[in-house]
C-alpha cells in the first residue's frame, strides 16, 4: 500500500495519510471533517494520491514575532498545499485576540473567529478545509490530548480544483488532514516561504477578462517591518481574478498578451467588456474550464500591540482596503478574500496610534502583494 510524502520547507518528511487519520480521528474526535470515519473510503483515497517530491528552498522572508511559527506543506505533483501560523500555546495558552474582515462573493472559512491558537491557509477550495482539521488534531496531540485548540481555516480555490482539459481534479488530491499535520510538524519560528509554497502553490492570478489563455502564476508573499517596540508583519496567499500592480501603477503581472508582450490595465479591460468589444467565452465553454468564477487572496495581519478589539477589527479593514491599490480589480463577486488581523499583545497600545499601524501595514501588505510571485517565472 503506498503512503504520502509530503513536502515541507525542512527535509521532505514521509507520512502515512492511513496512519495519520486513523491517528487523529480517535483523537481529535469532532475536529475532523464529517460525522464518521469510514476505513475503506480512507484506504481509497490512500490509493488514489500520489507521493509527494520534496519541496525546494527558495526565497524566505525573515521576521520577528516571538511565540509565531510558520510552516508550509504541499503536494507539489498538483500543485497544492497549506501554510499554517501557530502560536505557541506556552507563549498564548488561550490564543492570541483574532478579528477576521471577509470580503467577496465566495469566500470560505472555519473555525475560530475571535481567538485562535493557529490559522491554516490552504488551497483545494472547501475540501482544503481538511488541512485546518488535520493542523487541530496535530496540535491537540503535541499538547497530550488535554487542552482544545482553536484553529481558524480559510482556502483558495486553486488549480487543484479546476476543471479544464488535462486539468487536475479527476484526481482528487487536495489539501488534507495529512497536509496540515506536515505544515505544524514542519513549523519554523521567523522564516516564512515566498512564492509557490504552501497556500501559494497552486495560485494563479490575472485572469479577470482574459482567461484562461493568460493567467500567470500567483504565490504567498510577505512583509515586516519593526519601529521601535512596534512590530508588524503581513503575511499573503495571492490567488486574485485581478491583477497585480505596482507603486508605479504599472500592472506587474496579469492581464498579458502573449503575441504582443503587452499587458492590458484593469480600465481597459473594463472599458471593453462593457462597450462590447471585448470578447469572452460563451458561458457553456467557461463552465467546463472551470472559471473564472473562484479566486480568492487570502492575508494575515500580525502586531505585537495590544489593542482593543475594537480597533483590531478597524486594524484590519483599513489595510484590507488599502490592498486594492495592489490587486484590481479587488474584492470581486468572484473572490473569496480574508484578511485575519491578530496581536500578541506584547507593547501596551497606550500612546499608540492605530491608524499610523495601519498606513505602515498597508504598505506591506501591498509588499506582500509584490513578494508573491516569482520574479524569473
Not at 3 to 19: E, G, I, K, N, Q
Not at 242 to 255: A, T
Not at 273 to 282: K, M, R, V
Request: hydrophobic share 40%; with cysteine.
Amino acid at each position: 500500500m503506498p503512503t504520502d510524502d509530503v513536502s515541507s520547507t525542512d527535509a521532505p518528511t514521509t507520512v502515512s495519510r492511513r496512519r495519520l487519520v486513523r491517528k487523529s480521528a480517535l483523537a481529535a474526535g469532532a475536529l475532523a471533517l464529517g460525522s464518521s470515519f469510514d476505513g475503506n473510503a480512507t484506504r481509497a483515497q490512500t490509493d488514489a494520491t500520489p507521493a509527494a517530491s520534496p519541496q525546494p528552498n527558495g526565497r524566505m522572508l525573515d521576521f520577528d514575532l516571538p511565540g509565531l511559527a510558520v510552516g508550509v506543506a504541499s503536494y507539489p505533483a498538483i500543485p497544492t498545499g497549506c501554510t499554517v501560523f501557530n502560536f505557541a500555546t506556552d507563549r498564548f495558552p488561550a490564543g492570541v485576540m483574532l478579528e477576521l474582515d471577509v470580503r467577496g462573493g465566495s469566500a470560505w472559512h472555519s473555525g475560530a473567529e475571535d481567538a485562535a491558537n493557529a490559522i491554516c491557509l490552504a488551497g483545494g477550495s472547501v475540501y482544503g478545509l481538511e488541512a485546518a482539521a488535520g493542523v487541530a488534531a496535530e496540535l491537540f496531540a503535541q499538547g497530550g490530548f488535554r487542552d482544545l485548540v482553536a484553529v481558524s481555516g480559510a482556502v483558495i480555490y486553486d488549480v487543484s480544483v479546476v476543471e479544464e482539459p488535462n486539468g487536475f481534479r479527476s484526481k482528487g488530491i487536495y489539501p488534507d488532514k495529512a497536509l496540515g499535520q506536515a505544515a505544524v510538524r514542519a513549523a519554523a519560528p521567523g522564516r516564512f516561504p515566498l512564492g509557490n509554497q504552501g497556500a501559494g502553490s497552486g495560485a494563479y492570478v490575472g485572469q479577470w477578462a482574459n482567461w484562461p489563455n493568460e493567467r500567470e502564476r500567483g504565490g504567498q508573499g510577505g512583509a515586516y517591518r519593526q519601529i521601535g517596540p512596534i512590530k508588524i508583519a503581513v503575511f499573503s496567499v495571492v490567488n486574485a481574478l485581478g491583477v497585480l500592480v505596482d507603486r508605479q501603477g504599472q500592472v506587474v503581472r496579469g492581464g498579458l498578451n502573449k503575441q504582443t508582450g503587452v499587458r492590458s490595465t484593469p480600465l481597459h479591460d473594463a472599458e471593453a467588456i462593457l462597450s462590447g468589444a471585448a470578447s469572452t467565452l460563451p458561458p457553456d465553454a467557461m463552465a467546463r474550464l472551470g472559471g473564472p468564477t473562484r479566486h480568492t487572496t487570502l492575508s494575515v495581519l500580525v502586531v505585537n500591540v495590544a489593542f482593543p478589539r475594537e480597533l483590531l477589527r478597524q486594524l484590519g479593514r483599513q489595510v484590507h482596503s488599502s490592498m486594492a491599490r495592489a490587486i484590481q480589480p479587488f474584492h470581486t463577486p468572484d473572490d473569496g478574500d480574508i484578511l485575519f488581523t491578530a496581536t500578541t499583545a506584547e507593547v501596551p497600545a497606550d500612546g499608540i496610534d492605530s491608524t499610523a499601524v495601519g498606513v505602515i501595514a498597508s504598505e506591506l501588505a501591498w509588499d506582500a502583494v509584490l513578494a508573491s510571485f516569482e520574479p524569473n517565472p
